[in-house]
């Protein structure tokens, strides 16, 4: 048990012209003189005059211990902004900084008010804070103790402070969930952007296609590709009307003069044409002969 940080003593006086000593206050403490109009605060070193000895009608003397002791508070519970918890540890020094304060609440061990004093300036900050942001609350207690903005005045000076906030249990719980749907977002996100950037790539190999002529090599890359068949379909149907008629006349050209290398690309090719030709509504020429329908049973070698 810590030593208490006051002790009172009666203050002898002089009977029959015999001087009694006065009351001194030792190094590592103050005196305060009570009983009389104010209480009189004598710091290390000192004693009262002669005056207030005789005078004064000082009655008693505190002595209060100016020494540091030490303070700490462990895993203690201060709410956050969510209705979550964070866990706080505080290591100090503290030392009597009003004497007489001490004398009038007669403050024998000042642990209990400091560290209620503590937290209730802690709480105050925490709660504005959700649990993910527990660095940025520390810092408002940093800024907070640094400012000495407690809820109330104490009599004492705080120093050679050590202190963390965390999340408690439940709340990392929180926060790990939180993060874990947050990755799911982000991976779903690349995904998608993947995906899309994939999208527009196939679509610029299709357009230099259509540029370009390439019919056959469009063709073969629908065969081994055919779930892009209505992607190009609707690239098409984009062309201004006489490009669609070009290339509905090139699928036409390429079918009839048997160009392509087997079965699947003219499929393909009769699939595209017809599909074009629906969308837009475009009649085959009077003197051009209607492409093949497609078979439902296999091909015949």
């Known amino acids: 048990m810590s030593t208490p940080i006051m002790s009172k003593t009666s203050i002898k006086r002089s009977f029959f012209g015999l001087r009694a000593p006065r009351p001194r206050a030792e190094p590592g403490t103050a005196l305060v ?10 710091w290390p070193g000192s004693s009262p005059t002669p005056g207030e000895g005789a005078f004064g009608g000082y009655t008693g003397a505190y002595t209060v211990d100016l020494s540091p002791r030490p303070i700490e508070i462990s895993n203690a519970s201060v709410a956050a902004k969510d209705g979550l918890n964070f866990l706080f540890n505080f290591e100090a020094s503290y030392r009597v900084s009003d004497p007489v304060r ?5 403050l024998s061990d000042g642990d209990a008010l400091l560290r209620n004093v503590l937290l ?17 609350a520390e810092e408002q207690i940093r800024v907070m103790l640094d400012e000495k903005r407690y809820t109330e005045a104490v009599p004492f000076e705080i120093s050679g402070r050590n202190f963390h ?20 977002f982000q991976i779903k996100d690349r995904e998608e952007s993947a995906k899309y950037q994939m999208l527009d790539k196939r679509r610029a190999f299709y357009r230099t296609a259509f540029e370009s002529g390439a019919m056959g090599l469009l063709l073969e890359t629908l065969v081994n590709n055919p779930n892009e068949m209505a992607m190009v379909t609707q690239m098409v149907m984009e062309l201004d009307s006489k490009r669609t008629s070009a290339m509905v006349d090139t699928l036409r050209m390429y079918i009839e003069a048997d160009r392509l290398p087997d079965r699947p690309s003219r499929d393909i090719a009769e699939s595209l044409m017809s599909a074009v030709q629906r969308q837009l509504g475009v009649s085959l020429p009077p003197s051009a002969p209607a492409p093949k329908a497609l078979s439902d049973g296999p091909s015949s070698s």
């Open 102 to 106: 001490v004398v009038n609440e007669q």
């Open 33 to 42: 003189l009570v009983g009389g109009s104010a209480p009189i605060v004598l």
């Open 165 to 184: 906030l965390r999340p408690d249990p439940i709340a990392e719980q929180h926060i790990r969930a939180l993060r874990n749907q947050e990755n799911a």
């Open 120 to 136: 209730a300036s802690v709480r105050r900050e925490t709660k504005r804070f959700p649990v993910e942001e527990a660095l940025q």
